[in-house]
T-cell receptor, first 114, second 114 residues
Framework: DAGVIQSPRHEVTEMGQEVTLRCKLISGHNSLFWYRQTMMRGLELLIY????????DSGMPEDRFSAKMPNASFSTLKIQPSEPRDSAVYFCASTLSLGDTEAFFGQGTRLTVV | AQSVTQPDIHITVSEGASLELRCNYS??????LFWYVQSPGQGLQLLLK??????LVQGIKGFEAEFKRSQSSFNLRKPSVHWSDAAEYFCAVDALQGAQKLVFGQGTRLTINP
C-alpha cells in the first residue's frame, strides 16, 4: 500500500478563494483524522471520522472549514473563503479502527493564503 | 484539559552522543502516550507507544522511552544518535485512550553535529 496520500502537496491561493485539500486513506482503514500544523499552535486535531461519520469536529476553527468523507477511502477538507491565517500544513492520518493504536500520517499539504 | 509539554524547543547533539528528549503531560488518568518523528517535508511516523505494563518501551530506530507516573513524564532516549536522526520529535497523549484523539506537544527539533 502506498500509505496515506494527500494532494496537493503545496497550494498557494489568494485570500477569499475556496481551497480543497484531499486525502486518500490506507486501504482497509476506517478512521480518518485531519490535523493542522502551525508554528504558533503546533499540531491541532481539527476533525475525525469513523466509518465515514464525523465523530468530533470540535477542533474545526470556524464555519469556513468543512470536511467530508464521501466514501470509505477518501476525504476532503474545504476552506471557503480562505484567509491568510489559514496558512499552515494540513495533515490527514488514518487508523485501522477507532481503537487502533497507530495513526499513519500523510505527507501533508502546505497551504499558503496570500 | 489534557496537555503535553516538551520543554526543549531545539536540541543539538554530536553524532554518537546519547540523547534524551523530555516530555511531560497533564492528564487525569494514565494516558496512552506516543512519540512521533517528523523528517523535513514529511508526515509523522510513530516511534513508540505506551499504554500499560512495562514502563520502559522500545521503539523503532533504536529509540526507547520511559513512563514515570510520579513525574508525569515520558522521556525519549537513544544511546547513540546518527546523523539521520535529525528531525522534529513530537510527544503526544491520546486524550480518549484508544480513539487516537492525539494531543501533541510543541515538538523538539533535533540537530546532529558531525
Amino acid at each position: 500500500d502506498a500509505g496515506v496520500i494527500q494532494s496537493p502537496r503545496h497550494e498557494v491561493t489568494e485570500m477569499g478563494q475556496e481551497v480543497t485539500l484531499r486525502c486518500k486513506l490506507i486501504s482497509g482503514h476506517n478512521s480518518l483524522f485531519w490535523y493542522r500544523q502551525t508554528m504558533m499552535r503546533g499540531l491541532e486535531l481539527l476533525i475525525y471520522f469513523n466509518n465515514n461519520v464525523p465523530i468530533d469536529d470540535s477542533g474545526m476553527p470556524e464555519d469556513r472549514f468543512s470536511a467530508k468523507m464521501p466514501n470509505a477511502s477518501f476525504s476532503t477538507l474545504k476552506i471557503q473563503p480562505s484567509e491568510p491565517r489559514d496558512s499552515a500544513v494540513y495533515f490527514c492520518a488514518s487508523t485501522l479502527s477507532l481503537g487502533d493504536t497507530e495513526a499513519f500520517f500523510g505527507q501533508g499539504t502546505r497551504l499558503t493564503v496570500v | 484539559a489534557q496537555s503535553v509539554t516538551q520543554p526543549d524547543i531545539h536540541i543539538t547533539v554530536s553524532e554518537g552522543a546519547s540523547l534524551e528528549l523530555r516530555c511531560n503531560y497533564s492528564y487525569g488518568a494514565t494516558p496512552y502516550l506516543f512519540w512521533y518523528v517528523q523528517s523535513p517535508g514529511q508526515g509523522l511516523q510513530l516511534l513508540l507507544k505506551y499504554f500499560s505494563g512495562d514502563t520502559l518501551v522500545q521503539g523503532i530506530k533504536g529509540f526507547e522511552a520511559e513512563f514515570k507516573r510520579s513525574q508525569s513524564s515520558f522521556n525519549l532516549r537513544k544511546p547513540s544518535v546518527h546523523w539521520s536522526d535529525a528531525a522534529e520529535y513530537f510527544c503526544a497523549v491520546d486524550a480518549l485512550q484508544g480513539a487516537q484523539k492525539l494531543v501533541f506537544g510543541q515538538g523538539t527539533r533535533l540537530t546532529i553535529n558531525p
